[in-house]
């Protein structure tokens, strides 16, 4: 089975989970909630240029219902948004153009915030708010923020874009900086703070989005986790690898795609940035992962979950998000991920059928003197 971003795996070693659950517990202790300076209500009357805030509002815990979703969701999707602890929920719309209607929505923790902004992204032609990502960044503690890149639809129809230039800018790279812009804006009205660190996840369209978001407007995210991005999509602007300054800001960028997902054309970028830019630069910035086995964005036979899903809890060793957090805050260069094989795609709760150390491109585990091959704690990396 194929994922998408929009449409769109037992336990993990009890010791790992734990020491992920205890760092987060240091780094909420480290980092407490500022005082709000604004009530979320009075959030609706911001006047920022460009941009009408339509409505701000407290959900109790619990008690968000998510709209009719555009897709149905995977089985890695988060949907436990009865689960949710209480948010100051924000609805704006932005008009950068005279055609242009760009909705956002922007979901602020009332309690417990981690002290970070995660912005997510869209697959295929986007067209609904992705409050599938918007719920786990959620329940992990980030303050978080989604668009629907400037139009509504299935993610499968373009017909939007006919003779429409300046949706085809939203679309392409101006919905995701104005989100980010706007998002930016909320979290320091609603805290009195700015984020310590703004990080960017999601595949497909969204892994492009990323990217993109390197690419011409380098200040607004410090990591970015890109998943399968589509480096080819898009209407008027594409990728061109130019991440210079967002290199010499400091900003790290993991690339993760399915060995089964059709990956050479993001090894070429790899490639060709690698060789604009000078293999020690690059290693300094930049990491990719092809997964063996693995499709678009997740699934498989094989070893396929590697921290694409935000959790919890979760651990550098086994998520590629959590290894970019330490990457840009700590300046620990991952040197690696164990993939993980759950009996029920998605389900950390079940059992764990195999695992599999994976090694940045272009390097490749190499078996240590510990025996069994079916354990990825068998392997190395060089």
Sequence with gaps: MKFTETALAGIAQPAVRAIGLVSMLVLSCAAPTPSRAMSCRSLTGLRLEGNTILSA?????????????MRRASAEFFTAFNTLPAFCRVRAVARPSSDSEI??????????????????????YGGSINYYRLGESLQSGYATSSTDTGHRGPASESAWATNHPEKQADFDYRAVHLTAETAKTLIQKFYNAAPTRSYFSSCSNGGRQGLMEAERYPTDYDGILAGAPATHFGFRTFITGDFAAFEKRGGRIIIYHGGNDRPEAN?????????????TTVRNFLQLYVVPG???CGSGDEPNDIGQWIRPGDSPQHSLFSALEQWVENGVTPDGVIATKFAIDG???????????????????APNRLGSALDAANYECP
């Design 57 to 69: 509002e407290q959900v109790d815990s619990g008690k968000f219902v998510a709209p009719t979703m």
């Design 103 to 124: 909705n956002i929505e922007v979901w602020l923790p009332v309690a417990g915030w981690n002290g970070r902004y995660l912005g997510v992204g869209n697959g295929s």
């Design 294 to 296: 693995m499709g678009h």
């Design 267 to 279: 090894l070429e970028l790899f490639s060709s940035v690698t060789k604009r830019m000078g293999d």
């Design 347 to 365: 389900d950390p709760k079940s059992h764990v059928v195999k695992t599999r150390r994976l090694c940045p491109y272009p390097e490749v585990a």
